[in-house]
């Protein structure tokens, strides 16, 4: 069965800190497709990564970075010198391929809130 | 220009009533979904359209209708609404429905039944 864990509820830092946010999925196919989603306080999801199973090349774009592993299933996001702006809810999802084109779903984890202290 | 936008943004309603939240995306994507958001933030799919073809239907109850008049357009329909309702819907649009593009979300409606 398809699965996103999220352990931690709830992170709180200090500004300039690093913060990393843990992603565990489950899935018994061998092509998927693992996202990272943004949601602030404002209430819209925003888009940042979509990385697929084949490709496990660390990425980095600003200050965030994604770490994939599938040796422990996990898709981890850092947030270097964290900013008040990164407060947000972040959401790991995950989709499998299907067959034939067949149209999927994101399976999403329960979100983690990011509170960045000024 | 609103890639994926729905209306209305907030609706607030009694129970037994019927609504609608429209949703309509701009950029060309053959498949649409509405996820639904609950008070614990938890999101979850309830249905995908591909190309007008109702392709997922997450065993939501029949008092919801997605109506999905083109492939620009998916709308969700909700009839004798119960306070249980009561969450964020999302509406969102892909190029291709097995996932191999990202998903972009309108900015939600959140429901509240009174």
């Known amino acids: 069965a398809q699965k996103v864990t999220q352990a931690q509820t709830e992170i709180s830092v200090v500004e300039k800190e690093d913060v990393t946010l843990d992603c565990v999925y489950e899935t018994r ?10 949601q602030p306080p404002s209430g819209e999801l925003v888009f940042l ?9 660390n990425e980095i774009s600003g200050r965030y970075s994604w770490n994939f592993q599938k040796s422990t299933s996990s898709f981890n996001f850092t947030i270097t010198a964290s900013q008040v702006v ?11 391929a299907g067959y034939g084109g067949a149209t ?15 | ?7 209305p943004k907030y609706l607030v309603t009694q129970m037994g009533n019927d609504k609608s939240i429209k949703c309509e995306q701009n950029l060309g994507h053959d498949t649409m979904y509405w996820y639904k ?19 997922i239907n ?12 083109d492939k620009a357009h998916l709308n969700l329909h909700i009839n004798s609404l119960e306070l249980g309702d009561s969450a964020v819907y999302f509406c969102a649009s892909s190029q291709e429905g097995n996932m191999n593009t990202e998903a972009f979300f309108g900015q939600g409606t959140r ?3 009174v």
């Open chain 2, 58 to 69: 997450e065993t939501v109850p029949n008092r919801f209708s997605p109506k999905s008049p």
């Open chain 1, 49 to 57: 990564i979509r990385r697929n199973s084949f490709d496990e090349q």
């Open chain 2, 1 to 7: 220009d609103t890639a994926v936008s729905q209306t």
């Open chain 2, 111 to 113: 429901l509240t039944v």
């Open chain 1, 86 to 96: 990164d407060s947000a809810v972040y959401f790991c999802a995950l989709s499998e």
């Open chain 1, 29 to 38: 196919d061998t092509t998927y497709y693992l996202f990272w989603y943004k």
């Open chain 2, 37 to 55: 958001q609950d008070s614990k933030k938890f999101l979850k799919i309830m249905f995908s359209y591909n190309n007008k073809e109702l392709i």
């Open chain 1, 104 to 118: 999927n779903k994101l399976i999403f984890g329960t979100g983690t809130l990011l509170a960045v202290q000024p």
